[in-house]
Each structure stands twice: as structure tokens, then as C-alpha cells.
């Protein structure tokens, strides 16, 4: 059984309440066809079940396979220095359609970054070891393709769709 490696700590990107009983986090790649299908499906998750769960997110970028998904992770994680992580993260996979080198200055703009600190975070070695950092926790846990799902420190073997009926079954 693959556990999470290293556990849910300060460095991690969590949204919901500290005290949920459940901490689900996701492994996930932003050009990845499968996460782009599990965004959705996390956000009804996350309002479904409210303060009951935790989620978090630690990139994955399959950079031989996708081309932008490193570049995409480093605008995120840019991003976060400027408190706007989630805004980048949901900004990315709405349009990931239309991924490409210039997209990330454009969603920066809409979401009310600062484009010079934004470019100047996304060559910085801090940016790019926390997305390395991320991957590498990917590798211990186990993680073999994206998205891949741990709750509570346990991987999950299943989709998103599985993972809200094994979610909306435990609430029963």
C-alpha cells in the first residue's frame, strides 16, 4: 500500500478546514487531459463536503509528455508568492485548452498579479525546487501517473468519480 511521502506539512497548498477528518491530496500534472476531467469534479467535491475535507494539491508535471506542465506548475507556484495559488491553479485548468508560453502572463493579468514579480519568481531556484520538491514526494509515494489521489496519507486506487462515491458513502 503506497503512503504519502513526505505528509501534509507547511509547504503544501491546502485548502479547507485544518480540523477535516479527511485530507485528500492530489498528485496532478495542469496539461494532463485526466486532471483537467478531475478539476471539476474536485471542486463539487470540495463543496459538497465543506469543512469535512482538506484538500491538496502537489505538482506533477509529466514533462516529457507535456510541454507547458512544468512551465504551467512554476506559474502557480510563482503565483503563491503572491497569495494567488488557487487563483492561478483554477485559472490554468480552465483554460488549458489554450496552453501556451504566453497564457500565463495573460491569466496573471486577470487575476490581479504583479506581472514583473511573477516573471521574475518564475526563474527563481525557490520556485523551481518546490515543483521539483512536489515531484519527488510524488516518486516516494508512488505516484505512477496523473492525477493520482491520497486520502489520508493512503493512495487511492481510482478516478475522481470514484473518489466522491467513496467520499458521499463514508458520509452516509
Not at 491538496?56 to 494567488?84: D, G, T
Not at 500565463?104 to 520556485?127: N, P
Not at 518546490?130 to 493512503?154: H, I, L
Request: glycine share 6%; charged share 25%.
Amino acid at each position: 500500500m503506497s503512503t504519502l511521502k513526505p505528509e501534509v506539512g507547511s509547504n503544501d497548498h491546502v485548502t479547507g478546514a485544518a480540523s477535516a477528518a479527511i485530507t485528500i491530496v492530489e498528485f496532478g500534472d495542469y496539461q494532463c487531459p485526466h486532471c483537467a476531467h478531475a478539476y471539476p469534479i474536485i471542486k463539487e467535491i470540495e463543496q459538497t463536503f465543506g469543512n469535512q475535507i482538506r484538500f491538496v494539491f502537489r505538482h506533477f508535471p509529466l514533462q516529457e509528455a507535456h510541454e507547458f506542465a512544468f512551465q504551467a506548475a512554476l506559474a502557480a507556484e510563482a503565483a503563491s508568492l503572491q497569495n494567488k495559488f488557487w487563483e492561478m491553479h483554477d485559472a490554468i485548468y480552465d483554460n488549458q485548452y489554450r496552453l501556451s508560453e504566453d497564457l500565463f502572463q495573460e491569466l496573471a493579468e486577470t487575476i490581479g498579479l504583479d506581472i514583473e514579480q511573477l516573471e521574475k519568481d518564475i526563474q527563481s531556484e525557490a520556485v523551481k525546487q518546490k515543483v521539483e520538491d512536489d515531484f519527488e514526494s510524488g516518486v516516494r509515494s508512488g505516484v505512477n501517473g496523473t492525477p493520482s489521489f491520497y486520502v489520508n496519507e493512503t493512495k487511492f486506487d481510482g478516478g475522481p468519480e470514484d473518489l466522491f462515491e467513496m467520499l458521499k458513502e463514508s458520509a452516509e
